[in-house]
């Protein structure tokens, strides 16, 4: 195992009626880590966890072997992409991107020069002064990539960002996404109900089912049979060797 | 053929009556005190007395709104965004004066002003009780618990995880509330300090009990229809409550422009009512 740079120890945190229950999971430095399961299951929550969103809760999370919530959150390091983006909608799409730049006090020309770079990787050079609510799906989606990567962050964190995708533009982002990872070299940790997107796009799958992480498979072997049946019965399998499509 | 309603169901047609209604109703509220006021409008102004309380009275309702948001902002955020003990309670206690009667929170402060503490004050050279300070105090007290609670609720509205975004972004806990929290609940706050400077100019019941009504000293304009009207001068009263209707008029008017003003782009502008 390389070295870890998420790792999560009996983590459980209760929200209301619904229990984040005991999580083990640790994630390699520049892996991209899928999380699994129905909606409801718990994977937004351990998203937050990880980003060190709750107060109280049991057990641990630690980035680079240090506890997230012992980290001002403004000095984590870590960049979160909501499922409906969080984008900022009193500021262009530009002070979006620029936000973490201009709070680090950075020069205006390193500032142009980055979300330049990086309107050129995320294709969205022609959306810099537009309003987000002005913004299709694809293109919110791409600026809240773009804000949370123009930091270099150690960890990005992503709540199941291609959700409102159309087909072809989530071919596009998968790519976009490969291509991000292999020049920022950032950890990437996102959770998705949609097998063929965990598959296409992870190196491992943690497969979550009632607040439980159930498995941690790789993502050549999401399917394997095991003796779970609840994740038998997510996975559409209800005997050795045969999957429901 | 069935007759068929296609625009309009039941329901909405009883709404809109409903609303006529309550048109109706404070058209002829503001249409008694414009149409008898307006006559002795002009009167008003030329008069010494009418134009000390217009004077006073935006002077302590400008200095009143300006200390009740300078309290209301950091408590509605303490209770909207920190953890602390029995903040419940605390939220209580603060939202309290709002069920009670003016009259009654304006004994309370004649009370304190009143006490050992108003005479250390007063020698101290801050004199309250029959004093325009105490005017200011009245309208503070009043108004505080309201302000509070409409910038808390202006607060409530905006998404934490946008706050949480931006932390995640590098800005510490200030930042975040400077570029954050405070843009995005700026109509809120923008409205209470329209609403807190209107009720201020209105306030009357505990700056009576506490200043009392003394021409030319203390004489607000809601004092000086108070006065005017128990002397018999109709006349002035109904000239001192149009003024107060018109920089009410002025108020919502500017509270709705920047209601408009601060409205964000949207794809949905377009869209009709379905």
């Given amino acids: 195992m390389v070295n870890a740079m998420v790792e999560i120890n009996n983590y459980s945190v209760q929200l209301g009626k619904f229990k984040l229950n005991q999580i083990n999971l640790n994630i390699g430095e520049k892996e991209i880590f899928a999380v699994l399961g129905r909606t409801g299951s718990g994977k937004t929550v351990l998203l937050e966890s990880v980003a060190g969103f709750y107060r109280k809760f049991s057990g641990k999370v630690m980035i680079q072997g240090i506890p997230v919530i012992d980290v001002p959150l403004e000095k984590r390091n870590i960049g979160f992409v909501y499922q409906d983006f969080g984008l900022f909608p009193h500021m262009t799409v530009f002070d979006n991107i620029t936000y973490g730049l201009k709070i680090r006090k950075m020069d205006k020309g390193v500032q142009k020069e980055r979300v330049d770079k990086m309107a050129e990787i995320l294709s969205i050079g022609h959306i810099l002064k537009q309003y987000p609510g002005t913004l299709s799906g694809g293109e919110r989606q791409r600026t809240a990539l773009a804000r949370a990567l123009i930091l270099n962050p150690q960890l990005l964190l992503m709540d199941e960002p291609f959700s409102s995708l159309d087909p072809a533009t989530k071919e596009n982002m998968y790519e976009q996404i490969n291509k991000i990872h292999d020049i920022f070299g950032c950890t990437i940790l996102f959770v998705t109900h949609d097998f063929n997107e965990a598959q296409r796009m992870a190196d491992r799958i943690g497969i979550m089912v009632n607040g439980e992480l159930k498995a941690v498979r790789k993502s050549t072997d999401l399917f394997e049979w095991c003796q779970d049946e609840e994740i038998n019965q997510f996975l559409g399998r209800n005997y050795e060797g045969s999957v429901h499509e | ?274």
């Fill in chain 2, 1 to 274: 053929m069935r007759w068929k309603i296609s625009t309009f169901d039941f329901f909405e047609i009883l709404t809109i009556i409903i609303t006529f209604i309550v048109i109706i109703f404070t058209t002829a509220l503001i249409l008694a005190i414009v149409l008898k006021g307006i006559p002795y409008l002009g009167a008003a102004f030329y008069s010494e007395e009418v134009r000390f309380s217009i004077r006073l009275s935006l002077y302590t309702a400008s200095i009143a709104t300006l200390i009740c948001m300078l309290l209301a902002i950091p408590t509605a955020y303490a209770l909207t965004r920190t953890v602390f003990p029995f903040k419940k309670a605390c939220q209580m206690i603060i939202e309290l004066p709002l069920s009670m009667p003016y009259l009654v929170l304006g004994l309370s402060l004649l009370i304190i002003f009143s006490s050992d503490f108003g005479k250390a004050l007063k020698e101290l050279g801050f004199k309250v009780v029959f004093d325009k300070n105490g005017i200011i105090i009245a309208q503070t007290v009043v108004n505080l618990p309201f302000a509070i609670r409409f910038i808390r609720t202006a607060f409530e509205e905006v998404d934490e995880r946008l706050e949480f975004i931006s932390g995640s972004l590098g800005a510490t806990k200030w930042e975040r509330f400077i570029t954050i929290t405070l843009p995005l609940a700026r109509n809120g706050i923008f409205s209470t300090i329209i609403l807190t400077w209107s009720r201020a100019l209105g306030e009357f019941g505990a700056t009576l009990m506490l200043v009392g009504a003394t021409r030319m000293k203390t004489e607000t304009l809601t004092t000086s229809i108070y006065l005017n009207l128990a002397t018999g001068d109709t006349g002035a009263s109904m000239a001192s409550a149009t003024v107060i209707l018109i920089i009410s008029l002025l108020s919502l008017f500017l509270t709705n422009w920047i209601g408009r003003k601060n409205k964000q782009e949207s794809r949905m502008k377009d869209v009709n009512r379905w």
